[in-house]
């Protein structure tokens, strides 16, 4: 059977470069478009359908497209972007090319800094403001129109519910979310959103002056993190998900204020600990009956317990594993540790000191590396 082809889809920035567009088109021509051809930074065109446009005035009107994420789907799958485009009054064939962009209703603000847009700006990207700036020069290209001066507000009716499923609050991005894209495509499984989410995190408690990251693999071991290390301020935890290299990519190249991050807090469960002390570099990657096979064999060299060996190489799940384990057999748990600090380091280049934290599925330290300096 032939693969299925995935789909493409676009990001909120190329959204509401659609909506501009085709509010300004209802503007400068009779027409009303159903859809609007969009041209990406990559340089590919696709068309985008309109949802809806509204006529407010000659000079001033409203349209929405909805966000299509293709067979990617994030937060922002099938939510409504729109633009709101008024024209100054100055004469059509005179006047500056101004564009002015603004953030309306759904459309966040950032109140931190160390983000790429500036502190008390909305946060629109550089991308979806080139794609917008983009769509007005062809429109008056096209059309002939030298000016006026046109003003933009980006609006997502739905911005602020769909923002509490985010950690845009966290990164200091309130009253809705943000307006993204680097080229306007979203690739299926490309992961760029997740990866950018956590580039901003490290990002903003870079430039809060914390040179110490707490990284978690998801909301749970997060949580339980946070129960464990209340010397650190909310903005240290990142949520790194399955990148465990890229994530120490991003901690090793982001520079604010020219520091760079120091430390690293890995703080995980069992069955990923597994998974990242065999060196995958992406952890939902790895199959489990091969990873509790080389359990199952490091359990038998380090204990010598053939009834633990057993267990494991039989264990349905890497937390099934971890119930023969913990708490009787520590050294095994130091020993997948170990592993697991040794591979990060060496993503790190030895460049940021690292810390493993093991958690039980009840959120207990069954191993930190911090009282384990030197493991046999």
Avoid at 137 to 147: A, E, I, K, P, T
């Amino acid at each position: 059977m032939a693969a299925k082809t995935l789909k493409q889809g676009f990001t909120t920035g190329a959204a509401a470069a659609a909506s501009v567009k085709a509010a300004l088109l209802a503007l400068v021509t009779p027409q009303f478009p159903e859809t609007v051809e969009i041209e990406f930074l990559t340089g590919e065109k696709r068309n985008i359908p309109v949802k809806k446009i509204i006529k407010i005035s000659d000079t001033c009107c409203k349209a929405s497209v909805i966000k299509d994420a293709g067979d990617d789907p994030d937060i922002t799958h099938k939510a409504e972007i729109g633009a709101k485009v008024t024209l100054s009054s100055a004469p059509l064939s005179s006047g500056p090319r101004t564009v002015t962009i603004t953030g309306g209703k759904g459309v966040g603000r950032v109140t931190k800094p160390g983000l790429e847009v500036d502190v008390g700006e909305p946060a629109i990207n550089a991308g979806p403001i080139k794609m917008i700036q983009n769509v007005v020069d062809q429109v008056r290209d096209q059309y002939g129109l030298s000016g006026p001066g046109v003003s933009i507000e980006i609006f997502v009716p739905k911005g602020e519910i769909l923002a509490k499923k985010t950690l845009n609050a966290r990164l200091g991005i309130l009253g809705g979310i943000s307006i993204l894209g680097t080229t306007g495509i979203v690739k299926p499984m490309s992961h760029d959103a997740y990866i950018a989410t956590i580039r901003s995190s490290i990002s903003v408690a870079m430039a809060k002056g914390m040179d110490t990251l707490v990284f978690t693999t998801g909301r749970r071991s997060e949580r339980f993190a946070m129960g464990l290390l209340p010397q650190f301020l909310e903005e240290a935890f990142v949520q790194t998900g399955d990148f465990f290299k890229a994530a120490i990519d991003e901690a090793l190249s982001t520079k604010v204020d020219k520091k760079f991050c120091q430390n690293i807090v890995y703080t995980v469960f069992f069955g990923k600990a597994v998974k990242m002390s065999l060196g995958f570099e992406h952890t939902h990657a790895a199959k489990s009956d091969l990873t509790l096979s080389k359990l199952a064999l490091w359990s038998r060299e380090i204990t010598g317990d053939e009834s633990l060996y057993g267990n494991i190489k039989n264990a349905n799940t890497a937390r099934h594993a971890f119930s023969y384990i913990y708490p009787d057999y520590p050294e095994l748990l130091a020993f997948v540790g170990k592993k697991v600090r040794e591979t990060a380091e060496g993503f790190a280049k030895n460049r940021i000191r690292i810390r493993v934290i093991i958690l039980s599925f009840d959120g207990q330290v069954a191993f930190d590396s911090q009282g384990f300096e030197e493991i046999p």
